[in-house]
């Protein structure tokens, strides 16, 4: 088993155009790249400011934004982002009221609970904390789905060109020791991939966010901020810091990629022809986007929208799952949107498992 492992492992790496979607992705990120430029004095007039923002605070910056007669200088930004804070509870309490004189649900009475927690009352350079979350659920996104389809797409239609189809046929255990060494194999390969995407991610950011300024000592600042300071959760009803929704990123990445990469798995061994393979695993991935774009369902937030938050790269993504209060009801058990994207994930990725096995048991008496 162990040999039959290393063996397939080897033919995986083998395929030139992994390197090349590799070098092709690392260029056009390096030639696309942005920087976050903020001077030493900005920075350190955030520092003036003490924690959590006070009245007094948003007094004297709303007054001096309002006169219009300040200096341009660093401090400005910090003005604005007090600005912001208070912005931002000024809309969760519109949306409390607007849900206080609507009919009371048992979902309405949790979303209001939830929105009665947040506090954006909280003032830190959130810079890097935001680029890390943006670039996970994009750049690193797409080059995680590139490159497990590209590795992935013809796992089981090579086996006729490298001579394999002829172990399967002459083993006694048919097909069922191959699949599982494909199944470790590919588990072996997305963990690869994930793992290298999110140090990548980490370092580039890094660099994105210090590459002019003396930055550095300011990278571990901004987590402990709350999620709303991100502009796509700026309506999120949940009560998470940036750091603790990092986490949660990274989790449905992790899942999110096993899941994927096993569909892929399933898929190239049903389907012989390797470019239908291929074709078939890209539209799974990349046709929620391209729908969503097309169509700009999400900014309906009708039904069929909501629908495409729960397929496996709008999961990946994350941010859609707590940008508003989606939900499912069960009686009167309300199950948030995180949680039903999580029991998908696991759901998708054993009835994949179980599906492998079943289908290719075939293979054993042949």
């Known amino acids: 088993m162990k040999q039959l492992i290393w063996w397939e492992w080897k033919l995986l790496w083998q395929q030139k155009l992994i390197y090349i979607m590799l070098v092709a992705i690392l260029s056009l990120l390096w030639i696309s790249k942005t920087y976050f430029n903020m001077s030493i004095e900005e920075l350190n007039a955030f520092e003036e400011i003490q924690n959590p923002i006070t009245e007094k605070d948003i007094q004297e910056a709303r007054e001096i934004l309002a006169t219009k007669e300040f200096e341009i200088g660093p401090e400005v930004n910090v003005f604005y982002r007090i600005d912001e804070a208070q912005t931002l509870m000024d809309k969760q309490s519109t949306i409390i009221n607007q849900l206080k004189a609507r009919p009371q649900t048992s979902a309405l009475e949790k979303e209001i609970t939830m929105r009665e927690q947040v506090n954006t009352m909280y003032i830190e350079k959130t810079e890097y904390p935001i680029f890390l979350s943006e670039f996970l659920g994009g750049e690193g996104l797409?080059?995680?789905?590139?490159?497990?389809?590209?590795?992935?797409?013809?796992?089981?239609?090579?086996?006729?060109?490298?001579?394999?189809?002829?172990?399967?046929?002459?083993?006694?255990?048919?097909?069922?020791?191959?699949?599982?060494?494909?199944?470790?194999?590919?588990?072996?390969?997305?963990?690869?991939?994930?793992?290298?995407?999110?140090?990548?991610?980490?370092?580039?950011?890094?660099?994105?966010?210090?590459?002019?300024?003396?930055?550095?000592?300011y990278i571990a600042e901004g987590f402990n901020s709350p999620i709303q300071f991100h502009s796509s959760l700026?309506?999120?009803?949940?009560?998470?810091?940036?750091?603790?929704?990092?986490?949660?990123?990274?989790?449905?990445?992790?899942?999110?990629?096993?899941?994927?990469?096993?569909?892929?798995?399933?898929?190239?061994?049903?389907?012989?022809?390797?470019?239908?393979?291929?074709?078939?695993?890209?539209?799974?991935?990349?046709?929620?986007?391209?729908?969503?774009?097309?169509?700009?369902?999400?900014?309906?937030?009708?039904?069929?929208?909501?629908?495409?938050?729960?397929?496996?790269?709008?999961?990946?993504?994350?941010?859609?799952?707590?940008?508003?209060?989606?939900?499912?009801?069960?009686?009167?058990?309300?199950?948030?949107?995180?949680?039903?994207?999580?029991?998908?994930?696991?759901?998708?990725?054993?009835?994949?498992?179980?599906?492998?096995?079943?289908?290719?048991?075939?293979?054993?008496?042949?």
């Not at 060109?161 to 599982?180: A, D, E, P, W």
């Not at 998470?240 to 990092?246: A, I, Q």
């Not at 078939?280 to 969503?292: G, K, N, R, W, Y």
């Not at 790269?313 to 508003?324: D, G, N, V």
Request: proline share 2%; hydrophobic share 55%; net charge positive.
């Open 142 to 217: 797409i080059a995680i789905g590139i490159l497990l389809i590209v590795g992935l797409y013809n796992l089981f239609a090579r086996d006729q060109q490298t001579g394999m189809i002829q172990y399967t046929l002459t083993s006694k255990f048919g097909r069922s020791k191959l699949v599982q060494a494909k199944l470790v194999v590919t588990l072996l390969y997305t963990m690869v991939i994930y793992i290298g995407t999110v140090i990548f991610s980490v370092i580039f950011n890094i660099y994105r966010t210090g590459s002019h300024v003396n930055y550095w000592m």
């Open 234 to 366: 700026s309506m999120s009803p949940y009560t998470l810091t940036l750091f603790e929704f990092l986490l949660i990123q990274l989790l449905f990445l992790l899942l999110g990629s096993i899941c994927f990469s096993i569909i892929c798995l399933s898929i190239s061994s049903v389907v012989k022809a390797s470019f239908i393979s291929f074709l078939f695993s890209m539209a799974i991935f990349f046709l929620p986007f391209l729908i969503v774009n097309l169509l700009n369902l999400l900014a309906e937030r009708g039904w069929i929208a909501k629908l495409f938050i729960y397929t496996i790269p709008y999961i990946m993504q994350t941010k859609r799952l707590f940008e508003a209060f989606y939900y499912l009801q069960i009686s009167n058990k309300v199950i948030l949107a995180p949680f039903i994207a999580l029991g998908l994930l696991l759901v998708i990725i054993i009835s994949s498992i179980v599906f492998l096995k079943i289908y290719n048991k075939k293979w054993r008496y042949i």
